[in-house]
């Protein structure tokens, strides 16, 4: 059985692609970023394809490269909007250790369960409608 963790960071990550998409010069829409994110042009994305996008959001955020995303890099990054969590309460949903900070570790496991969720026929590489539909969300069952 799954567990579904709560990915309130990578979903942060998520939401403010548009604009670091723009300043890195990537493709903004999801079909524009499978295609540039399938390097062997396999239709489908590995978890490594899949992984660097993540990856290069977390560096830019790292703006003292140590490593590890603070609330004020998270903040400075996606600052929260009407009605949205901290960014200290986005990375305490993920943040293992609880010392306050995402390492490169904990951004990792995160990275790794979206995709793990995403992969709805669980064949270990997305294809564009899961890529595009984002992750499963849980719904209990009776």
Not at 44 to 50: C, D, G, K, R, V
Not at 68 to 84: I, K
């Amino acid at each position: 059985m799954t567990t579904f963790r709560p990915l309130a960071f990578t979903v942060a990550l998520c939401l403010a692609l548009p604009a670091w998409a723009q300043l890195q010069g990537l493709p903004e829409s999801r079909d524009e970023r499978f295609t540039a994110l399938d390097r062997d042009n396999s239709g489908a994305l590995s978890l490594e394809e899949y992984a660097a996008e993540a990856q290069g959001r977390f560096d830019a955020m790292d703006l003292d490269h140590n490593f590890r995303v603070t609330a004020e890099e998270l903040e400075a990054a996606e600052p929260q909007g009407d009605g949205q969590m901290s960014a200290a309460q986005r990375i305490a949903l993920d943040d293992d250790d609880e010392d306050g900070e995402l390492s490169a570790d904990e951004h990792t496991a995160v990275v790794e369960a979206m995709f793990e969720q995403a992969d709805a026929n669980d064949n270990e590489s997305l294809e564009p409608a899961e890529f595009k539909s984002g992750y499963r969300i849980p719904v209990p069952t009776p």
